[in-house]
């Protein structure tokens, strides 16, 4: 009998420090399920997760628009993303800042080609994509824009939107600047004989949520002090009474930190004289300045105004538009 009471003391013995042995294991860190996509494609049973071709132009179409026909290229007009919601670009609210020159009307519709998709890598399993299905005669374009992953089981939408830039050379990336998610969308236009003449420009579009959003730059008094466009180079002339043709040519470039936007600009003002093309220019003015953009209560805010706009003088007209 005592024996058995024995034995039955250390069989509960060691069954208690095994339960107290498993109290101690560490639990089984799981991660936090992603968010819903906002659409979904299902890839090929044959292709893997990080093959190139998944980010070919045709299923990228199927992907973003609504009602495209992968045999004519033709998307359903009006055009539709993928959630059903119509492309279109928001212009300001009257009395705010201009878009678009007055200028730019949208050409005709036309099937889609592989040189209307913009695709650029953030990792290899996440990509930035731009379906331009409307171009304008100002070389801008227009569709839905989306940040795209490439999951196990297929391309998963993960941010959308409609952007409006540029189209040729056009790039985009990603930029965390004062806590906020912003698209960069970097392109230029080219205009003369063999487009020999380009003016580059970079949109800013914030990712707010799984949505992204054109907002215009404010002033530090919250008034709308330009789109959320910047000219890397513009060039403009006039003619003066004297009949000498006065140039303008500014340059800007843009660096990007997380406390903010830095925008070093330059200016040259140089008087020609046309009846004497190889005679050297004449300066009448230069200048510099450096301003700074930064997000103040989620907006981008600037606090000063471009060089462009302080010695442009009137009467002179932009070369390109």
């Avoid at 227009?142 to 409006?164: D, Q």
Wanted: contains cysteine; aromatic residues 6%.
């Amino acid at each position: 009998m005592k024996n058995s009471r024995s034995a039955e003391w250390v069989r509960w013995g060691t069954l208690l420090a095994l339960g107290l042995t498993g109290c101690n294991r560490a639990a089984p860190v799981r991660e936090a399920p992603k968010a819903q996509a906002l659409c979904f494609a299902e890839r090929p049973a044959r292709m893997h997760a990080l093959a190139p071709e998944q980010w070919r132009a045709e299923p990228l179409f199927q992907l973003l628009l609504s009602g495209y026909d992968a045999r004519t290229g033709q998307a359903a007009t009006p055009h539709t993303d993928c959630m059903g919601t119509p492309v279109l670009w928001e212009d300001p609210a009257p009395g705010e800042c201009v878009e678009a020159s007055a200028a730019s009307t949208p050409l005709p519709v036309r099937p889609l080609t592989p040189a209307d998709l913009v695709v650029s890598e953030v990792r290899p399993d996440l990509q930035l994509v731009w379906a331009v299905v409307r171009h304008f005669s100002d070389g801008d374009g227009m569709g839905p824009v989306a940040l795209v992953e490439s999951t196990p089981r297929g391309l998963a939408v993960r941010a959308l939107g409609v952007l409006r830039s540029r189209t040729r050379n056009a790039k985009l990336r990603l930029e965390r600047v004062g806590g906020a998610d912003l698209l960069v969308a970097e392109g230029e236009r080219c205009s003369g004989p063999n487009a020999a003449s380009c003016q580059r420009a970079v949109r800013m579009v914030f990712q707010r949520g799984n949505r992204f959003i054109n907002e215009s730059v404010l002033n530090a008094q919250g008034a709308c002090a330009s789109p959320g466009v910047f000219q890397l180079n513009r060039t403009a002339s006039r003619t003066l009474p004297s009949r000498w043709l006065r140039r303008y040519d500014y340059t800007a470039a843009l660096s990007f930190g997380t406390d903010g936007i830095r925008v070093q600009e330059q200016m040259f003002v140089n008087d020609l004289d046309p009846r004497q093309p190889t005679m050297p220019a004449r300066q009448f003015r230069k200048a510099q300045i450096e301003r700074r953009v930064q997000v103040s209560s989620g907006r981008l805010v600037v606090d000063d105004t471009s060089l462009w706009g302080r010695l442009l003088e009137e009467g002179a007209t932009e070369s390109g538009q």
